[in-house]
């Protein structure tokens, strides 16, 4: 049974057991997962019950169905007939369920290869061509010359373990440069681990909700009170 970490790639260091084994380090307890086959299960829309097939192992652990039903959950009306933007985007579920639930596309961003055709199987699988879209590419450098749309979107970001610890300031700086680009109304959801430090996250308002060891935090890009505004004063 895999552990429910999300839907990210290596290992954390706050793992306590695992039925597949455990290794000591210096440091911490290193998780040792055998691989094995599962199957992921699209929750809701014109594509419940649709499953996706894929091999879980240390590299790539698919977010728990749980934490993804919360997520859609706390969009909610967010989703029709918005871009879904899956970055890191591992097995390519979130996008997937973004578009069954009506988004109006979806976009996926993933550096490994091998994850990018699985992907793009998917999407030819439930013909998905002209609402979908897979890019092989590294997010950062991605997201700096991304162009947004001129309407609201959804910014999905589940990164490897290694992003959250060894390139902790470039992640920071990933999310400063989405909630700057994207336009005001856009949801910006970051999936982590319990122990992630979310008050650095940049920004202010951000809804943290906790599942066991799996952290979301979103926030949503509200447009400032325009201070051009004439101000009225009251009659007297």
């Known amino acids: 049974m895999p552990s429910k970490i999300g839907e990210r790639r290596g290992v954390s260091p706050t793992c306590k057991r695992h ?3 455990l290794r000591l380090d210096a440091r911490h307890i290193v998780v040792i997962m055998q691989p094995s086959r599962v199957e992921i299960r699209i929750v809701a829309g014109t594509l419940r019950g649709r499953k996706i097939a ?3 192992h240390d590299e790539l652990r698919p977010t728990p169905q749980r934490v993804r039903e919360s997520l859609f959950s706390i969009l909610g009306n967010a989703i029709p007939g918005r871009p879904f933007f899956d970055l890191f985007a591992g097995t390519g579920v979130h996008g997937l369920e973004s578009i069954s639930r009506g988004g109006a596309e ?8 091998k994850l990018v055709t699985a992907i793009d199987t998917q ?9 979908a879209t897979v890019y092989r590419a590294d997010v950062y450098r991605w997201a700096e010359r991304w162009i947004p749309p001129t309407v609201p979107v959804n ?3 589940s990164p490897p373990f290694i992003d959250l610890t060894e390139r902790y300031d470039a992640f920071l700086a990933l999310v400063s440069t989405l909630a700057e680009k994207a336009p005001f109304e856009s949801c910006l959801c970051v999936q982590a ?3 992630f430090p979310t008050e650095q996250l940049p920004g202010e308002n951000w ?5 066991g060891r799996n952290v979301l935090a ?3 890009k509200e447009e400032p009170a325009n201070a051009d505004e004439p101000k009225t004063t009251p009659e007297s």
Request: aromatic fraction near 14%; charged fraction near 30%.
């Open 123 to 131: 999407i030819k699988r439930f013909d998905l061509q002209r609402v």
């Open 19 to 21: 039925t597949s084994g």
């Open 54 to 56: 894929t091999v879980v």
């Open 106 to 113: 979806a976009v996926f961003v993933e550096a490994d290869a």
């Open 218 to 220: 979103i926030w949503v």
């Open 193 to 195: 681990e319990d122990g």
């Open 207 to 211: 809804d943290v909700r906790k599942y």
């Open 155 to 157: 910014l999905f970001l």
